[in-house]
């Protein structure tokens, strides 16, 4: 099994990536997914956020109300890291539970927002990162996500730079064209690095 990590800022374009990567054969485990799966209604992970955070983060209907949590931990960040202590661990037991599900000769893509902030670095055999530039990923947080660029900025100020991202991956991802030169810079990484760790654990 070749455990691969992909990360990239926001809106970089990662999950158009993870997609091609899926096209090519790859198991694909998203970490924002199983994120928003740990804490839905009546799961362990939302009872822990809710006795750390009070009623005020759960909408009418008793789900997380993830704009409320997310400006109360997006101001202050002791409560930031009391809120990833609860959902981290959650979400990794779960990707290393898919991890162990997948056959023994996949390729498993582990897409992961933040993997250089956590420190999963040491966790992969590859580290792929997606950049994009950023006025066009501004573009997209103000088009896609409606934020005003302000947020846009503030949350891409908020995750490690582009620098500190390329300088742990094992190839860079450019995100500046069309999706069918993506898909060509996806089919050269995973010619010149996946194809040959694949042949290389056999």
């Known amino acids: 099994m070749l455990n691969v990590g992909l990360t990239g800022g926001i809106a970089a374009g990662k999950s158009a990536v993870a997609r091609l990567l899926v096209e090519r054969g790859a198991v694909l485990i998203d970490a924002d997914a199983i994120a928003r799966e740990v804490v839905e209604p009546s799961t362990p992970g939302l009872a822990a956020i809710t006795a750390a955070f009070g ?111 390329a300088a742990v991956a094992d190839a860079v991802i450019k995100n500046f064209g069309t999706l069918e030169e993506l898909r060509q810079s996806v089919n050269e990484i995973w010619e010149a690095h996946i194809a040959p760790a694949i042949n290389h654990a056999h």
């Not at 983060?57 to 960040?77: M, T």
């Not at 990794?92 to 250089?116: K, S, Y």
């Not at 950023?134 to 949350?155: C, G, Q, W, Y």
Request: hydrophobic share 50%; aromatic share 2%.
């Open 55 to 165: 009623p005020s983060v759960l909408d009418a209907d008793g789900a997380l109300d993830r704009p409320a949590l997310g400006a109360l931990v997006f101001a202050d960040a002791s409560l930031r890291e009391e809120l990833n202590s609860i959902v981290h661990p959650l979400v990794r037991a779960e990707a290393n539970r898919r991890r162990a599900a997948a056959p023994a000769d996949a390729v498993v893509v582990q897409d992961i927002p933040l993997l250089v902030e956590t420190g999963q670095v040491k966790d992969f055999d590859l580290v792929l990162v997606v950049a994009a530039p950023l006025e066009e990923r501004l573009r997209r947080l103000v088009r896609d996500r409606s934020m005003t660029l302000a947020d846009a900025r503030a949350r891409i100020a908020a995750q490690a730079s582009d620098k500190e991202r």
